[in-house]
């Protein structure tokens, strides 16, 4: 089955730090790649779309400056969180759609867990 | 716009015993369906599916759904559940045709106890 892989799975660094997160689908092309934030239980929730070659489109609220999203190739997504603080810890999933089809499902990394101190 | 209502945020059940997680959403517009699973620390796991054609839709380990266009409603059971089952239950709705965005409810804990 189609497998997206998300790395990495955990980060804890300092307040101030930039963290860069990737998402990749492994066998299949994703023109589109969704990454979202999870707080402890609750649903995701979308923050940004990523669409290859162009630039991503931000959910309200969701501060670009903040969340960069880059989706360089048909394979590769990254979300770098710049000048993270700890109101930034959260878990973190990215997710690719195949090109084929909008009723092809979402496939979903495996998450970044991530700890500001 | 979409909404999707999982009525019941918590289900214990007991191991063997059949479960049902309940699912309704809200669409002026012909929706895809969707259940995914979340183990602790993990992403989302697709289950199933609802596109089109026969209402009763079969997933991976065990799962089914049912569509019920009437009701607006996805329910998702299992006739007998295992304590392997104990996870995060998210139902959500994709618009047909263009739209490329999910919209999620807000998850089901589903506990299997011993």
């Known amino acids: 089955g189609a497998v997206v892989s998300q790395h990495p799975s955990r980060v804890i660094c300092k307040s101030g730090t930039s963290v860069k997160i990737e998402c990749r689908s492994l066998?299949?092309?994703?023109?589109?790649m969704f990454w979202y934030r999870q707080f402890p239980k609750q649903s995701l929730m979308l923050m940004a779309t990523?669409?290859?070659?162009?630039?991503?489109?931000?959910e309200q609220g969701v501060e670009k400056d903040k969340f960069l999203i880059n989706h360089a190739s048909l394979t590769l997504s990254t979300l770098t969180v710049t000048s993270a603080h700890p109101e930034d810890s959260s878990f973190y999933i990215c997710?690719?759609?195949?090109?084929?089809?909008?009723?092809?499902?979402?496939?979903f990394g495996d998450g970044t867990r991530l700890s500001i101190l | 716009a979409q909404s999707v209502t999982q009525l019941d945020s918590q289900v214990p059940v007991f191991e063997e015993a059949p479960v049902e997680l309940r699912c309704n959403y809200s669409?002026?517009?012909?929706?895809?369906l969707f259940w995914y699973v979340q183990y602790p620390n993990q992403g989302l796991q697709l289950l199933l599916k609802?596109?089109?054609?026969?209402?009763l839709v079969k997933g991976i380990n065990g799962f089914e759904a049912e569509f019920n266009k009437s009701q607006t409603s996805f329910h998702l059971r299992k006739p007998s559940v295992h304590i392997s089952d104990t996870a995060e239950y998210f139902c959500?709705?994709?618009?047909?045709?263009?739209?490329?965005?999910?919209?999620f409810g807000s998850g089901t804990q589903l506990t299997v106890l011993p």
């Open positions: 997710s690719a759609r195949s090109r084929l089809g909008a009723e092809q499902p979402q496939h």
């Open positions: 669409s002026s517009v012909s929706v895809y």
């Open positions: 066998d299949f092309q994703a023109t589109t």
């Open positions: 609802y596109l089109s054609g026969s209402t």
């Open positions: 990523s669409n290859e070659g162009s630039k991503a489109t931000y």
């Open positions: 959500a709705v994709s618009v047909r045709g263009s739209a490329r965005q999910l919209t």
